[in-house]
């Protein structure tokens, strides 16, 4: 006998939607007329465009730079000691100690001086003190390009293990020059005695040409020092860079010896560096257009290398 069955009724399923699939949902937007973006955990912000992060993160570095050279400033005690360390070490168990630059200087510029006096027929009280100053204010110009290499590198342990403001590393850098340029103008001294040969009160020109002259150095040591402590060639570069710039620079001969061809002289930025301060210390007042050049480096310094160390101050510690 056949069995009937039952007819089962269709039961509901819950949790799925009657709406049939064509049917276009009405769910609010997630973002709402106020500019309000609503996160996963409910909770809502604004949203940040992407430039004003990038606004704001250059801000932040700027501000970064800005409270590392003002924290060195506040530090001048440490980095006035580290400076005169350094010359300490660097002459330890030496009888003249830091004196022997004073003498190797005095007897390079005195037999240079007789020997080119003779070859450009110049009189030798007008061409020692020329030879005298520039020799000087090259030295302590150059120790600037030569030696800064070594700013971050050769502080490594420091780096490492102290944490101090990158910019007291340039004071310290910048007080131990001048400390040798302070022993060595005793050689300008002694030569400008020996002929009689005083400048006058233009000699007090040259302490602004110094400052400014500094404030050059200071910067190319701490752009030349960050890019050597990620690039290591950099030093042999600078090296032979030195030793060209020495030679085409009016430092053992006198720019009016050109004659005509002035344009190696005007076009060379180190030659104004050198004139800011041999100038005065001469009995001559530079050029308004040396003090127009120099003034023009020192701003355009200030600012491309003010942004690199707001770059890339940060990376430092890792390049070292």
């Not at 709402?32 to 465009?49: I, Y």
């Not at 402590?229 to 030793?243: H, K, T």
């Not at 100038?279 to 007042?285: S, T, V």
């Not at 003090?291 to 940060?314: D, H, Q, S, W």
């Amino acid at each position: 006998m056949p069995v009937k069955r039952k007819r089962l009724s269709r039961m509901p399923v819950f949790g799925t939607s009657s709406m049939p699939l064509d049917q276009p949902s009405r769910r609010r937007p997630d973002k709402d007329a106020l500019g309000m973006t609503e996160t996963r955990t409910g909770r809502s912000g604004p949203q940040t465009a992407p430039n004003d992060v990038a606004l704001n993160e250059r801000k932040s570095r700027a501000s970064l730079a800005i409270a590392d050279m003002a924290s060195a400033a506040r530090q001048r005690r440490l980095w006035l000691r580290l400076g005169w360390n350094d010359i300490m070490q660097r002459y330890r168990r030496s009888v003249l100690g830091p004196v022997w630059l004073t003498v190797s200087m005095a007897i390079m510029i005195v037999s240079l001086g007789l020997l080119y006096a003779q070859i450009f027929q110049s009189r030798i009280d007008d061409f020692l003190p020329y030879l005298c100053v520039g020799f000087l204010v090259w030295g302590y110009f150059s120790s600037f390009l030569t030696e800064a290499s070594l700013l971050f590198v050769g502080s490594e342990t420091y780096i490492k293990q102290i944490k101090l403001p990158y910019a007291l590393y340039v004071c310290r850098a910048t007080w131990s020059k001048v400390i040798i340029f302070a022993h060595n103008f005793v050689i300008y001294l002694g030569v400008m005695a020996y002929f009689h040969n005083w400048p006058g009160a233009y000699a007090l020109l040259a302490v602004p040409g110094f400052l400014l002259l500094t404030i050059n150095g200071a910067l190319v040591t701490l752009f030349i020092g960050m890019a050597s402590a990620r690039f290591r060639d950099i030093p042999q570069v600078i090296g032979s860079l030195v030793q060209i710039l020495f030679f085409i620079t009016p430092i053992m001969w006198k720019s009016d010896q050109l004659k005509d061809r002035t344009l190696i002289v005007d076009w060379n930025p180190f030659y104004h560096l050198i004139q800011i301060v041999r100038e005065p210390l001469l009995g001559d007042i530079p050029t308004t257009a040396t003090y127009a050049v120099v003034i023009a480096m020192t701003l355009i310094n200030l600012v491309v290398v003010g942004l690199f160390f707001g770059r890339f101050r940060e990376r430092i510690s890792y390049w070292v």
